[in-house]
């Protein structure tokens, strides 16, 4: 077992009425090494709940996983073996119902993300990875943050004290073989297309190109994907690609930075896929997030570019529908724990 690192990696519980608490106790029993590594930020009553549901068929050894609620992160040091530590992190008064949209629930689950995103930003922890939320649920709390990534970008934003709007941070969703970044995120279709700008475009290249370098690679090779048929086809199919797209790439290019396209999207993350790219720019959300989900959705991650500290989840969502069947998988939430601690491997 390895020892017990110094600033462990935070995990968010996500939606208590989801399979946040069942994949994150399914981690523990699958990764037992995990209980050196990992403080989990939720309810101390849902996750006690969530083991009794995964125990289910699994062997006596694996059953004897236990729950230690801690105060803080110094305290993961006194923590016996066999035993997953829990901030209490939230206010809950009761678990939430399995698969049910709760103002309560988004609000539990808004509680643990800025608990976390605060360890983080002081430097108590080294990484966030964060369980599956439900927007509806967060919308119902009164959250005014569609999803995780603008939640964490306020909250750091706020940290450093500067306006959101001078951090800004970019989506990027990988699985084996394929990355892909997001100029737009959690915004409709229409608002999507008026943010494909040039600035916009090479901001999301300048910021893909930094978070390559940190990781190790010296040039990355960066494929912007256009964002209408065939790229345009030199105007015909629109305009985009002429008046915002290429203008973006040349000034990337100009910098230094290895940018390349604007590629047909219809053939470019398959391109990448084969070799030819380390990572593609989709123009928005749907467009790079479906090839993703398609090729890995179960060892699918989603990693928040441009804040100041790492963040991980899995490509999934909350998956009301197998709640408290504890028959949900781990293999996203584990690929998304192991992609934050080699991105902090010291």
């Not at 369980?131 to 649920?137: D, F, G, M, N, T």
């Not at 608002?191 to 090479?202: E, I, M, R, Y």
Request: aromatic share 4%; glycine share 10%; hydrophobic share 50%.
């Amino acid at each position: 077992m390895p020892a017990l690192h110094s600033r462990p990696v935070v995990l968010t519980m996500g939606d208590p009425a989801g399979i946040g608490p069942e994949i994150i106790v399914k981690a523990f029993r699958e990764r037992p090494a995990l209980q050196r590594q990992l403080v989990v930020a939720g309810d101390v009553s849902t996750l006690q709940r969530a083991l009794r549901v995964t125990a289910a068929g699994t062997a006596s050894a694996v059953e004897s996983l236990l729950l230690a609620e801690i105060g803080d992160m110094a305290d993961l040091a006194a923590v016996p073996p066999g035993c997953m530590a829990v901030v209490q992190a939230c206010s809950l008064a009761q678990p939430a119902a399995w698969g049910a949209i709760s103002g309560q629930a988004g609000l539990a689950a808004a509680q643990c993300i800025r608990w976390a995103a605060q360890a983080a930003l002081t430097g108590e922890a080294r990484a966030v990875v964060t369980a599956p939320i439900h927007k509806e649920a967060l919308s119902a709390a009164g959250v005014t943050y569609p999803g995780h990534t603008e939640l964490l970008q306020a909250e750091a934003a706020g940290y450093l004290g500067v306006p959101v709007s001078a951090l800004p941070v970019r989506m990027m969703l990988s699985c084996p073989g394929l990355s892909t970044v997001l100029v737009s995120i959690h915004v409709s279709l229409q608002q999507a297309l008026k943010a494909v700008t040039p600035d916009q475009v090479l901001q999301t290249i300048r910021i893909t190109h930094s978070y390559f370098q940190r990781a190790g690679m010296a040039m990355p090779r960066i494929a912007v994907a256009g964002l209408n048929p065939h790229a345009g086809e030199g105007g015909l199919f629109g305009r985009e690609e002429i008046e915002s797209i290429a203008p973006a790439i040349e000034l990337a290019r100009q910098e230094g930075i290895d940018a390349s396209g604007p590629h047909a999207p219809d053939t470019v993350f398959m391109r990448a896929r084969q070799g030819a790219f380390d990572v593609v720019v989709a123009m928005y959300h749907d467009q790079g997030l479906i090839p993703v989900k398609l090729l890995g959705l179960e060892h699918g991650v989603n990693t928040t570019l441009g804040l100041p500290f790492v963040r991980t989840s899995p490509d999934h969502g909350t998956a009301f529908d197998l709640a408290g069947t504890g028959s949900a998988s781990a293999s996203s939430l584990l690929a998304s724990v192991d992609a934050a601690l080699a991105a902090t491997a010291v």
